[in-house]
C-alpha cells in the first residue's frame, strides 16, 4: 500500500495570500509583494506582518503580536517584536508601498 495522497497530480498546491492595501503577503513563500515588487521575509517577520493585515485598521498591542509570532517563550527577548517591526518597515519602505505600519503610543501597532 502506498502512503495517502490528498492532492492531485494536476492540482497546484494551494498558496496562503492575504491583501492589505497595496501590499499581498504570500505566506507560504515567505514574500511581501507591491506591484511588481518584492521582498522576502522571516517566519516571525511573516506571521507578524499577518497578524497586522488580519486586524487592519485596529491597534495591535506588542504582547499580542509576540504571542502570535514568537509564542509564549520566554527565551525571546522584550525588543523583539520592536525590532521585527522595524525591519518590516523597511521592507515595505523598500518596495515604495503606501501601506505603512504606525505605533500608536500606548496600544500597538497599526497597519493602515
Known amino acids: 500500500m502506498t502512503g495517502m495522497n490528498t492532492q492531485r497530480d494536476d492540482e497546484a498546491p494551494c498558496a496562503v495570500t492575504m ?5 499581498e ?9 507591491h506591484a511588481e515588487k518584492t521582498v ?3 517566519p516571525c517577520e511573516s506571521r507578524i ?3 497586522l493585515m488580519q486586524n487592519a485598521g485596529r491597534p495591535m498591542p506588542a504582547s499580542e ?3 502570535h509570532a514568537l509564542g509564549s517563550r520566554p527565551i525571546h527577548p522584550t525588543t523583539a517584536v520592536e525590532k521585527h517591526i ?10 515604495r508601498a503606501a501601506t505603512t505600519i504606525k505605533t500608536i503610543r500606548g ?6
Open 40 to 42: 522576502d521575509l522571516t
Open 107 to 112: 496600544q500597538g501597532y497599526l497597519m493602515n
Open 25 to 33: 503577503l504570500d505566506a507560504v513563500f515567505l514574500m511581501l509583494r
Open 49 to 51: 506582518i499577518a497578524c
Open 65 to 67: 503580536l509576540r504571542l
Open 19 to 23: 491583501k492589505t492595501g497595496d501590499l
Open 86 to 95: 522595524c525591519s518590516l518597515r523597511k521592507k515595505i519602505a523598500a518596495i
